[in-house]
Each structure stands twice: as C-alpha cells, then as structure tokens.
C-alpha cells in the first residue's frame, strides 16, 4: 500500500508514536491516508509504487514488524477521519 501522510508539527507528541533515527523532531503526529483506497487510477498508483526503491519497502515491512514484537496488533483506526487519532493501549 502506498500513503500520502500529512505531518502535524505542533501539539503534544502522539503518545502512540516514537522518534527513530531518522525522525523528523518537529513532528508530533501524522495523518496518513491510503492512496489504494481514495483513488481509482490504479495505474498511476502502480507507477508511483513503482517508484519507490526496494530498501524503503523492506525498511517499512522491518519497522512493521518491530512494532508487532512490542505492541502486538494495535493500530490507529484507518479511516480518513479517525487516522490521526492514537491508538489507545489495551
């Protein structure tokens, strides 16, 4: 799948979120919405995933597992309107 995220970068940091390396401090929260779902050109959907080197899938497939290991199958409602919500802890 393949998101367009909109960042947050002011509030209280997601209490469901934590920094990476390669974390962008400024930001507090996101808001991400799922290109596979909210469009029906699924050819310029395939050439933008197209588009995107094999190290960044792996990272992402990584850092979903990682997540798993910690927190089990937790996650942020994924409608449009309820993605920017924290998941709450069970």
């Known amino acids: 799948m393949l998101t367009v ?4 970068a002011d509030g209280e940091f997601a209490p469901d979120l934590e920094h990476g390396p ?3 401090w ?11 779902f909210l ?3 699924v050819g310029q959907l395939e050439e933008r995933k197209a588009g995107v080197a094999e190290p960044w ?11 798993i290991k ?8 994924g ?10 802890s069970a």
């Open 5 to 8: 995220l909109n960042v947050i």
């Open 39 to 41: 469009t029906e050109d």
């Open 26 to 36: 400024d930001c507090t929260n996101f808001l991400p919405f799922i290109a596979d």
């Open 57 to 67: 899938w792996t990272r992402t497939w990584e850092l979903g597992e990682q997540y």
């Open 22 to 24: 390669d974390s962008w």
């Open 70 to 77: 910690k927190h089990g199958h937790l996650a942020r409602d």
């Open 79 to 88: 409608r449009p309107s309820l993605s920017w919500v924290p998941v709450r």
